[in-house]
């Protein structure tokens, strides 16, 4: 059950676009999409898009998602500083039948 | 409010058990597929299952198969982690989320496997 790709960190400056990425395969990522989640220390993930781009009420439209082929990605613009967290990525894998995440990516706001 | 709940967390001796419950209020849980995600202390998160709104189907990471059970009661709106032969490997913040599309998490309820 090998994890989705994330890169660890990702460092921009304030009002910067910070882009993640997230590298699965065929049965994942590039088949049924990723969601991005949102993780400040000491609380929970918060979701921020769901197949590649379906934001919950909410969520600001600085986060936007897409995918090409088997990488998903998470554009952050007019960085500030409360978007620095942790950032993961997940995917059903259709072929195994389980649910896949990156390991994260630590996003610095400098 | 939209809310779920875990309990059932604590200190427990390698080889013992553990049955965690979550609650949840404010929408038709029995609507929804559900996952117990876990997140060992300083690590990322890791799926552990899942179970589908009708509790038919019931994934596990290759891990916790065959010492771990999933299970849910919709009539009271649960889920629940069964968890038995625990390893200190099992260490964690275990959380309770809303599937497919993860949009409602619990507060977590922390596991702790040790001698």
């Known amino acids: 059950q090998a994890g989705l790709t994330q890169p660890p960190s990702v460092s921009k400056g304030l009002r910067q676009t910070a882009t993640l990425t997230c590298t699965g395969n065929s049965n994942n990522v590039g088949n049924e999409g990723a969601a991005w989640l949102q993780q400040h220390q000491g609380h929970p993930p918060r979701l921020l898009s769901y197949?590649?781009?379906n934001r919950p009420s909410g969520i600001s439209e600085r986060f936007s998602a897409s995918r090409s082929g088997n990488t998903a990605s998470l554009t952050i613009t007019g960085l500030q500083p409360e978007d620095e967290a942790d950032y993961y990525c997940s995917a059903r894998d259709s072929s195994l039948n389980v649910v896949v995440f990156g390991g994260g990516t630590k996003l610095t706001v400098l | 409010e939209v809310q779920l709940l875990e309990s059932g967390g604590g200190l427990v001796q390698p080889g013992g058990s553990l049955r965690l419950s979550c609650a949840a209020s404010?929408?038709?849980?029995?609507?929804?597929?559900m996952s117990w995600v876990r997140q060992a202390p300083g690590k990322g998160l890791e799926w552990v299952s899942s179970i589908s709104d009708s509790g038919g189907s019931t994934p596990y990471t290759d891990s916790v198969k065959g010492r771990f059970t999933i299970s849910r009661d919709n009539s009271k709106s649960a889920l629940y982690l069964q968890m038995n032969s625990l390893r200190t490997e099992d260490t964690a913040i275990y959380y309770c989320?809303?599937?497919?599309?993860?949009?409602?998490w619990g507060q977590g309820t922390m596991v702790t496997v040790s001698s």
């Open positions: 404010g929408f038709s849980f029995s609507s929804y597929a």
């Open positions: 989320a809303t599937r497919p599309a993860f949009d409602i």
């Open positions: 197949r590649n781009n």
